[in-house]
T-cell receptor, first 112, second 115 residues
Framework: QKEVEQNSGPLSVPEGAIASLNCTYSDRGSQSFFWYRQYSGKSPELIMSIYSNGDKEDGRFTAQLNKASQYVSLLIRDSQPSDSATYLCAVNLGGGADGLTFGKGTHLIIQP | GAVVSQHPSRVICKSGTSVKIECRSLDFQATTMFWYRQFPKQSLMLMATSNEGSKATYEQGVEKDKFLINHASLTLSTLTVTSAHPEDSSFYIC???????????FGPGTRLTVT
């Protein structure tokens, strides 16, 4: 059974601070990892993809992957109220044209 | 780029009827599209993988005769919910995969309510 685990939150972070979101996955063979943002009632929006160990930065977002620990994280710097949403961690087992296994998401609240 | 549309955005139907949902990739060709379902306060669950020109691959527990998928072109996949029942009420979301990166971009979703 492939599993992706996230703390459901809510995670409350003051505006301007760094928000840290974490995710673990069960299948050691997983190859591709994604972070999506989902606002209430809307569909997921891709934020970051990461495929190899280490950090990947894109603007205010940094994804971190540690395959040995089966752990992936997302850092949001200079958090804004508009960042308040549910963040979904998604894993692709094969690294190819496969469907994604999603975690249940972390509800992030940025306090003005 | 990587825009995916879905139609309709919202549909209400009576129990026993069928509903068709369209998913289109607007600015790229997608050899592979996916259909997910999301129940309230739950995460997305993969229903099936749709490949252009071939039969869809369904996840365990998803009835292929109930959820008919057709991927007739590189930009269009359709999901038909046949003989819908109230328990089929959910948020159905498609995604399309771009070549090379394996990133999936999601459509806006279709909220189905079966009365």
């Amino acid at each position: 059974q492939k599993e992706v685990e996230q703390n459901s939150g809510p995670l409350s972070v003051p505006e301007g601070a760094i928000a840290s979101l974490n995710c673990t996955y069960s299948d050691r063979g997983s190859q591709s990892f994604f972070w999506y943002r989902q606002y209430s009632g809307k569909s997921p929006e891709l934020i970051m993809s990461i495929y190899s160990n280490g950090d990947k930065e894109d603007g205010r977002f940094t994804a971190q992957l540690n395959k040995a620990s089966q752990y992936v994280s997302l850092l949001i710097r200079d958090s804004q109220p508009s960042d308040s949403a549910t963040y979904l961690c998604a894993v692709n087992l094969g690294g190819g044209a496969d469907g994604l296994t999603f975690g249940k998401g972390t509800h992030l609240i940025i306090q003005p | 780029g990587a825009v995916v549309s879905q139609h309709p955005s919202r549909v209400i139907c009576k129990s026993g009827t069928s509903v068709k949902i369209e998913c289109r990739s607007l600015d790229f060709q997608a050899t592979t599209m996916f259909w997910y379902r999301q129940f309230p306060k739950q995460s997305l669950m993969l229903m099936a993988t749709s490949n252009e020109g071939s039969k869809a691959t369904y996840e365990q527990g998803v009835e292929k005769d109930k959820f008919l998928i057709n991927h007739a072109s590189l930009t269009l996949s359709t999901l038909t919910v046949t003989s819908a029942h109230p328990e089929d009420s959910s948020f159905y979301i498609c995604s399309a995969m771009t070549g090379g990166t394996y990133e999936q971009y999601f459509g806006p979703g279709t909220r189905l309510t079966v009365t």
